[in-house]
């Protein structure tokens, strides 16, 4: 019948779908808004007093498919609009998808919902053809671009395995769906599809509309001036909507410091608006002071609060800060993520090389700063000076020096002496400015969260690391970032193999 967006869907709901509702619909894109179109619709054909007994919803497996047109088909005790929703439906993705779900499946992962990653992984075997064999078989797998030793798709594909999850050929139940959708349902039975990614090509989605209506609730996602103009304007909808429901109000500096610490993350932005709507209580406006006084995520200087959340082995704002980032148009290119990511390793390293060494022995967990301005900062200079010694002592002997080379200069200076600069090795002394010690200090706090080979080992992963995001496509990288992320950020303890 026809293909809508999701700001269309409730003219179409007051006009061309008041006498007759179609048989199938399909509401794809984003989850928030295929959501509230869900709610739409159901409220168009529905009355709430009838929702528990003319409205069933199936997760939207493939192996769900025929419970679902079986559905469809019974006529219902009860008179009046039945409406049968497949879930979260799986069976629209196409090989073009794989970057996109495997990416859900790993976030999934990440938030410990093994269910839901498990789901995403294993549409993506099906559209691949493989087993779990392949994934668990090391070399034999040339398909998936991805790490298969990651300990994330270990743990996803062994929950596959013990909870018997079978990789099934979809083939067979799509196409009962779509000979079922051309023959049709009912009159008042109606089926309604949701979903994030839908693949047009797919010939399910073409039958879906000439027999039905589709619902786009997708949002383009890149940093072009005129997406960027979609993507404001789909939050201030939704802002406007959930002020106006709590009776709330929000100046343009507040809805703008909330956007900007949140970015284009439409499940975010609404948490967060909601947590500041409970936060102000019963007073009605919600200002700039109380967006930075609840969400205590800053863009003032976000690689530093990206590094800082990682050397707190705090995992959450470390990938909240690594979305930032890659989404905000901070950084040109990921690889400026993974030098900062280096060069605070390699700190921490040779933090931890002072304070395992004799000069060290003055340190401990529990240092206050006061006596470790007064103890350990003069402890930590003497370490750097032993260093540069070491350092200058390895440097090449200078060959002789010719007649011309003991005159002075024309100007009379005298060749000034080798610095710290000069060397270069400013990044390889604990105190680079031993007269500003606050730093320092909070640089050795951190440095109590990682053993010494936990660092080494984080090393060893971040060379890996360049080496995968020069080697892989641009889709890829942030799923490489948050991997390594992870695996920096483990709380194991004695696990030190990264």
């Not at 205590?296 to 690689?303: F, N, V």
């Not at 200079?381 to 003991?406: A, G, T």
Request: aromatic letters at 8%; hydrophobic letters at 35%.
């Amino acid at each position: 019948m026809t293909i809508i967006r999701y700001n269309e869907l409730k003219k179409y709901l007051s006009t061309s779908a008041k006498e007759h509702f179609p048989s199938v619909s399909l509401l794809y894109g984003e989850e928030v808004l295929y959501k509230t179109a869900l709610d739409d619709m159901l409220n168009a054909i529905i009355p709430v007093s009838k929702r528990s007994t003319n409205y069933e919803s199936v997760e939207g497996t493939v192996e769900n498919i025929y419970e679902a047109i079986e559905k469809c088909n019974t006529f219902s005790l009860i008179p009046g609009h039945k409406a049968i929703i497949l879930s979260d439906a799986k069976f629209f993705y196409s090989k073009i998808d794989l970057d996109k779900i495997l990416e859900k499946s790993k976030h999934a992962h990440d938030e410990d919902d093994y269910k839901a990653a498990s789901k995403y992984f294993v549409t993506i075997l099906n559209l691949l053809q493989l087993s779990f064999e392949d994934i668990t078989s090391e070399g034999k797998n040339k398909k998936l671009n991805m790490d298969q030793n990651s300990d994330w798709i270990r743990n996803v594909v062994q929950y596959c395995i013990e909870n018997n999850l079978t990789i099934s050929a979809e083939d067979g139940n799509t196409k009962s769906l779509e000979v079922a959708i051309e023959k049709g349902f009912h009159k008042d039975n109606h089926l309604i599809i949701t979903t994030d990614i839908a693949d047009k090509n797919h010939n399910l989605f073409k039958i879906i509309s000439d027999n039905g209506i589709i619902v786009d609730c997708s949002i383009p996602k890149s940093d072009k001036a005129a997406d960027k103009k979609v993507q404001e304007s789909v939050t201030n909808e939704k802002a406007r909507v959930i002020l106006q429901k709590n009776k709330k109000n929000m100046g343009k500096n507040a809805y703008s410091a909330l956007y900007e610490m949140t970015g284009f993350d439409l499940r975010t932005f609404i948490g967060n608006l909601e947590k500041l709507i409970s936060y102000v209580g019963d007073r009605e406006e919600i200002t700039e002071n109380d967006v930075k006084a609840l969400l205590d995520r800053t863009k003032k200087d976000p690689i530093y609060e990206f590094t800082n959340a990682i050397m707190e082995k705090n995992t959450e704002n470390a990938l909240f800060y690594l979305g930032s980032l890659l989404s905000g148009g901070i950084i040109e290119h990921p690889l400026q993520i993974l030098s900062a990511i280096i060069n605070q390793m390699r700190r921490l390293l040779i933090i931890k090389d002072f304070t395992q060494s004799k000069y060290g022995k003055i340190w401990y967990k529990e240092c206050g700063y006061d006596q470790f301005r007064t103890d350990v900062m003069p402890a930590i200079v003497e370490y750097d000076n032993h260093m540069l010694k070491q350092i200058q002592d390895c440097q090449p002997m200078p060959s002789k020096p010719s007649h011309s080379d003991n005159k002075p200069s024309s100007g009379g200076k005298k060749k000034k002496k080798t610095s710290k600069k000069d060397l270069g090795i400013q990044d390889l002394i604990v105190a680079k400015n031993p007269n500003n010690p606050y730093p320092i200090y909070k640089m050795i706090k951190h440095s109590e969260n990682f053993t010494k080979q936990h660092l080494i080992s984080a090393y060893e992963r971040l060379g890996d690391t360049d080496a995968r995001l020069k080697s892989s496509p641009p889709a890829g990288h942030k799923l490489i970032l948050e991997e390594t992320i992870l695996a920096i950020c483990q709380r194991s303890g004695t696990q030190d193999d990264l």
